[in-house]
């Protein structure tokens, strides 16, 4: 079952669902929540963004290949790609999934804000990073603030046994 408005608002009021900072009242949609994007960024280091030879994924992660940046903007060429972060840190129950998805007044300007890691596991409690590609035939500047991003909730039928929190490989980091 995807929750709708009403859903959210009553497991946010209930402090079954929770965010940091507490979400406006207009972030809340029909059946999601509109996620903003911080002024963090990860951009791909020169050595990696402009080089031919391949990079071997089994040896070298983004944590090697990015350097951080605080940015109130930021703008990517055609075919750009950055790391983002959401300002909203969720605190998910193990009831809930969530799926991230690209707002569409953004998509049809060629913002995609995840490639394909757009599931929010059952307990996650942490900001979600955002995959931001420009698939623009043109330079796009995106600004911290925006509501590019937005979450779809869904219930399990059953609470996970595995809370994203304690099992997740990187949640036990943050």
Not at 2 to 25: C, M, Q, T, W, Y
Not at 101 to 115: N, T
């Amino acid at each position: 079952m995807v929750l709708s408005d009403n859903d959210i608002r009553s497991a946010v009021k209930a402090g079954i669902l929770r965010f940091e900072p507490a979400l406006s009242p207009d972030q809340i949609g029909s059946a999601s929540v509109d996620l903003t994007l911080d002024g963090k960024y990860w951009v791909f280091k020169k050595k990696y963004a402009g080089s031919k030879k391949p990079v071997d994924l089994a040896k070298i992660d983004f944590t090697e290949a990015t350097e951080a940046h605080k940015e109130k903007t930021i703008t990517l060429a055609p075919g750009g790609m950055c790391l983002g972060i959401t300002r909203e840190k969720i605190y998910m129950p193990n009831t809930l999934i969530g799926t991230l998805e690209g707002r569409s007044k953004y998509a049809r300007m060629g913002l995609a804000v995840h490639v394909t890691s757009a599931l929010v596991m059952p307990g996650s409690q942490n900001h979600q990073v955002l995959e931001i590609v420009n698939f623009a035939p043109f330079p796009v500047t995106i600004h911290e603030g925006m509501r590019i991003s937005q979450i779809i909730f869904e219930k399990l039928e059953t609470p996970t046994g595995k809370p994203y929190a304690k099992f997740g490989k990187v949640a036990i980091k943050q």
